[in-house]
């Protein structure tokens, strides 16, 4: 019972590491769990697969603002500390390298027996696929074989090492995560303007929209009406006070960039009550 | 990539963090192998690196260009560059043509420029003219009420390091000014014949004043009865319609009085003065209630101004180039230049002893911080000699690149 409560405790929680002061989502799990909660945040890491390019990134996901805020309000956000292993004793370094080593030679010796399979196969089919096929050619090729079982060594520089991305660690286990849920620090990150955005992003986050970073088409976010590697953003948003008042080259400007990309400019503004109000702007003809 | 020190060969935390993201490194600490999480949390932090400046050195690295950090000391120093050190790359061979290569941003300028400003003549203008065609790391002044002032300011920054040649020139000058003034010739005195006056002058002129001649020149009468002949005094007649009205176009709306004003005047002077009245009394019929409220005209059409003031009173923004004045302002903190980025086609030719001339200066902020100023981007482009500088915008893992140009409006001015 309580394993199946710890579970579930510990699956609503998403690990965040800090870096430079900024959370990061390095784990598969949390990355899925933060997608499955309608959050996107931004991958900024290289692809392994496909390192020197810049069009697909991979881990880890870096989060607006406002998405760690509202994980933090929803108590789903555990802090992960920083791996230190000064701070461990030196016999569990020693264990942590034995662990370590133990894993490289097991992974030598599958390699080098799965290296071993390849050769024979190619082997294989150079036989079978050779035009001549007497006697000697064939003794030939089945000493080739005998010889290749006993004189066959992989080399050690040839084996391929995992470099894992995330941090394998014992905080990932549940209780760890369950003890560290409260524990997020909230960034100092205050300031009307900070506020603002963050009810606008509350606001239509619980409408079931999508968001993400909007500085490139000169607004505070992109609002997509699904995922985002499904739709197109339908909604530059804007966000200011209610009391501020706009410049009209301001308004100007922002209208004529959303009707050069195609999407409807949002200027959101945040009530007194709680409630948020927002003004389309889209560009029409003098018909 | 990286460094040698002390016969060890050393990676910068950047430099390693983008070797273990391509797969092509791994980093042990204390036997154990670095995960990339831990990679990220221990090389980047304010201190060392940052990330937002770490996602621009891997986004540019996966471009393909070649990263470095910036090295201050690496640019030539002012003083470096009055000298013209011989560089490498391209500008050795253009050493003879840079002897005038000189930043126009020098303090000391401004403070000689008082002192030779009577001396200014139009030989010295002449060689700067010339001179800035050729020079290639221009700061143009483009106010250009300033012009004459940054005239003398190069040429008085020019007389200094020019000295042997440019003060022989001067000298002469000097010496025939002083010439003049020794003999001191009273040309108001001295009269020219005026050969196409209508009136009869004699066929010949006498000869002039021995005192005006040079040496011991003696100069007889000369018979000017063949010149005069030569020169035109046929009366100009004027169209049909003109010789039927009987006065000239310009006077067709001065009638009566203002006739025998004109008539009155004796020389060009005051019929110009008289000219300029009746402009302003006419204007001031006209325009006088422009002037009598809170927002007066800018100008004055009736005083004459030349154009190029003119546009200079209209234009509403002081214009100014990135490098005016850069020299003056403290360094800041937050703003800095953090990599220089050389060309990626050169790569496999690249060397790290001699690298080529830079592509690039980036300079790495955030979106959500505070725009840079005019102040902040002057620094940044005279801390960076004449490469450009690029800023390297994070915007939540989206990088763009803004870079700042001088730009001068076109003043058409037909002089």
């Given at each position: ?23 990061l ?5 949390d ?26 990134m991979?881990r ?60 024979k ?14 006697q ?130 949002l ?21 | ?116 400003v ?12 010339k ?50 003034s ?31 001649l040079p ?25 049909p ?32 003065d ?26 004055d ?38 990599f ?49 500088v ?9 990088v ?16």
């Amino acid at each position: 019972m309580e394993e199946a409560k710890e579970e579930e405790v510990s699956s609503s929680a998403v690990g965040l590491s800090l870096c430079d002061s900024v959370p990061l989502l390095w784990r598969m799990e949390d990355i899925k769990k933060f997608r499955s909660m309608g959050l996107v945040g931004s991958l900024v890491g290289a692809l392994p697969r496909a390192p020197r390019q810049n069009g697909r990134m991979g881990r880890p996901l870096l989060l607006l603002p406002e998405e760690e805020r509202l994980l933090s309000e929803k108590q789903a956000a555990a802090a992960l500390p920083v791996a230190n292993q000064r701070a461990e004793g030196v016999e569990e370094l020693r264990q942590k390298v034995e662990q370590y080593e133990a894993h490289l030679q097991q992974s030598y010796e599958e390699q080098s027996a799965l290296a071993l399979e390849d050769r024979k196969a190619a082997m294989l089919r150079a036989m079978t696929s050779s035009n001549t096929h007497t006697q000697s050619s064939e003794d030939a090729w089945k000493h080739r074989l005998e010889t290749l079982d006993q004189n066959f060594s992989f080399p050690q520089s040839a084996m391929a090492v995992q470099l894992s991305t995330a941090r394998a660690g014992l905080t990932y286990y549940p209780q760890d995560r369950a003890f560290l849920q409260a524990d997020w620090p909230t960034r100092q990150r205050d300031g009307p303007r900070c506020d603002a955005r963050y009810r606008v992003f509350r606001d239509l986050k619980g409408r079931g929209f999508y968001l993400t970073s909007a500085g490139k088409f000169g607004g505070d976010f992109l609002v997509y009406p699904g995922d985002p590697l499904r739709f197109h953003a339908h909604f530059i948003a804007v966000c200011l006070d209610l009391e501020e008042s706009m410049c009209l080259l301001d308004v100007l400007a922002v209208a004529r960039l959303g009707s050069n990309v195609k999407k409807t400019v949002l200027l959101c503004s945040s009530v007194k009550d709680g409630t948020v109000v927002y003004t389309s702007l889209q560009w029409s003809g003098m018909a | 990539m990286g460094f040698s020190a002390e016969g060890k060969r050393y990676l910068l935390p950047e430099e390693a963090l983008y070797l273990m993201e391509c797969g092509s490194l791994q980093v042990f600490y204390e036997d154990l192998a670095l995960s990339i999480q831990d990679a990220y949390e221990i090389f980047l932090s304010s201190e060392t690196v940052s990330l937002h400046q770490y996602q621009v050195f891997g986004h540019l690295k996966r471009l393909g260009y070649v990263v470095h950090r910036f090295d201050p000391s690496s640019l030539p120093s002012r003083y470096a560059q009055q000298l013209n050190l011989p560089q490498s790359g391209k500008n050795a061979g253009n050493q003879l043509k840079r002897k005038h290569d000189v930043s126009l941003t020098s303090t000391s300028a401004p403070s000689l420029s008082k002192t030779l400003v009577p001396t200014t003549d139009t030989m010295s203008a002449d060689e700067h003219m010339k001179d800035e065609s050729v020079d290639e790391s221009v700061a143009m002044t483009s106010s250009e009420s300033t012009a004459d002032e940054s005239s003398t300011t190069d040429s008085a920054v020019m007389v200094e390091p020019r000295k042997w040649w440019t003060s022989d020139i001067i000298e002469d000058k000097g010496s025939n000014h002083r010439n003049c003034s020794r003999s001191g010739w009273d040309f108001s005195s001295i009269l020219f014949p005026d050969l196409g006056s209508k009136e009869n002058l004699s066929g010949s002129l006498a000869s002039p004043d021995p005192s005006l001649l040079p040496g011991a020149l003696a100069v007889g009468v000369c018979d000017v009865a063949s010149w005069r002949s030569k020169i035109n005094q046929r009366k100009v007649k004027g169209s049909p319609e003109h010789r039927r009205r009987g006065v000239d176009n310009q006077r067709q709306g001065w009638h009566g009085k203002k006739d025998e004003e004109v008539q009155s005047c004796k020389n060009w002077t005051e019929f110009n003065d008289l000219m300029a009245r009746h402009q302003h009394r006419r204007q001031d019929e006209q325009a006088e209630h422009l002037w009598n409220r809170e927002v007066t005209p800018l100008h004055d059409p009736s005083q004459p101004l030349p154009t190029r003031e003119l546009l200079d009173i209209c234009s509403v923004i002081k214009p100014t180039c990135l490098l005016e004045g850069a020299s003056r302002l403290k360094p800041a903190h937050e703003w800095r230049i953090s990599f220089v980025v050389y060309q990626p086609d050169t790569a496999s030719e690249f060397k790290k002893s001699k690298p080529r001339k830079p592509y690039t200066h980036v300079c790495v902020c955030g979106f959500d911080g505070p725009v840079p100023e005019l102040q902040t981007v002057k620094l940044l482009t005279s801390q960076s000699g004449d490469v450009p500088v690029v800023f390297a915008v994070v915007d939540h893992g989206d990088v763009s690149f803004y870079t700042m140009k001088d730009f001068e409006l076109p003043t058409d001015v037909f002089l």
